[in-house]
């Protein structure tokens, strides 16, 4: 039960964070036709997974785990977003959008979680 409520926890300000960031990153890029937002929490969360899993061995209760990794990244970062935002702009003829919005989410993501991961190795040593 209290895992459960740690994930909860989390997942509270994980989703807030994504509202307030995607929110805020889209603001400041209406020339963009491209979801900049959701492009921005993708990152961060993949960056912030990346870290902190090279830090998940010290954390040592299921707990915090599930606090950090399952409710407020899972919260904060959107696979199902991504994917229909990259189908509308394919929808409203805007194929290249589409198909970069899917090349950056996933090859950035990837290099996102790399990054973390060494930022966390360097962090360690």
């Known amino acids: ?19 307030v960031i995607g929110y805020g990153v889209q603001k400041i890029t209406p020339w963009a036709e ?29 707990e915090t785990r599930s606090l950090i990794f399952v409710g407020f990244l899972g919260s904060l970062t959107t696979f199902s977003t991504f994917s229909n935002e ?3 702009l394919s929808q409203k003829g805007l194929t290249g959008l589409s ?17 973390g991961q060494v930022v966390g190795q360097v962090v360690q040593s």
């Open 1 to 19: 039960m209290r895992q459960l409520l740690m994930i909860g926890v989390g997942g509270f300000f994980g989703a807030i964070s994504r509202f």
């Open 86 to 88: 990259t189908l509308l």
């Open 99 to 115: 198909v970069l919005n899917l090349i950056l989410q996933v090859s950035l993501g990837l290099f996102a979680v790399w990054g």
């Open 34 to 62: 491209m979801p900049m937002g959701t492009l921005a929490v993708n990152l961060l969360g993949c960056f912030l997974i990346g870290l902190l899993s090279q830090f998940s061995v010290a954390m040592v209760t299921i």
